[in-house]
């Protein structure tokens, strides 16, 4: 069974950073993709940044520049490292796993920047 841990949030003030992690275990992430997504209060659930298999990652066109997503394998770790952070990054941040046939979520993290 695939079980998704993420921790690293907190509050931050407007043009801070944080770091998400998502210890994963149950999968090798020899197949699929990782994912971040965040929930803003009364809002749905949106993706953030993938970092599939091989490597090959994808960022929504409002974290571009500002996120970046990246895997250590040794700990069997994906990470978000988040700079510049907005009021409107405010959040609960979700890792996520998907395969060819199951999808996989943590239980999230909280996220909030303040102006």
């Known amino acids: 069974q695939v079980q998704l841990v993420e921790s690293g949030g907190g509050w931050v003030q407007s043009g801070g950073s944080l770091r998400l992690s998502c210890v994963y275990s149950?999968?090798?992430?020899?197949?699929?993709?990782m994912g971040w997504y965040r929930q803003a209060s009364g809002k749905q659930r949106e993706l953030v940044a993938t970092?599939?298999?091989?490597?090959?990652?994808y960022y929504e066109d409002s974290v571009k520049g500002r996120l970046t997503i990246s895997r250590e394998d040794a700990s069997n770790t994906v990470f978000i490292q988040m700079n510049s952070l907005k009021p409107e990054d405010t959040a609960v941040y979700y890792c996520?796993?998907?395969?060819?046939?199951?999808?996989?979520w943590g239980q999230g993290t909280q996220v909030t920047v303040s102006s």
């Open positions: 996520n796993y998907k395969t060819w046939n199951s999808i996989y």
């Open positions: 149950g999968t090798t992430f020899r197949h699929g993709t």
């Open positions: 970092i599939a298999w091989d490597n090959f990652t």
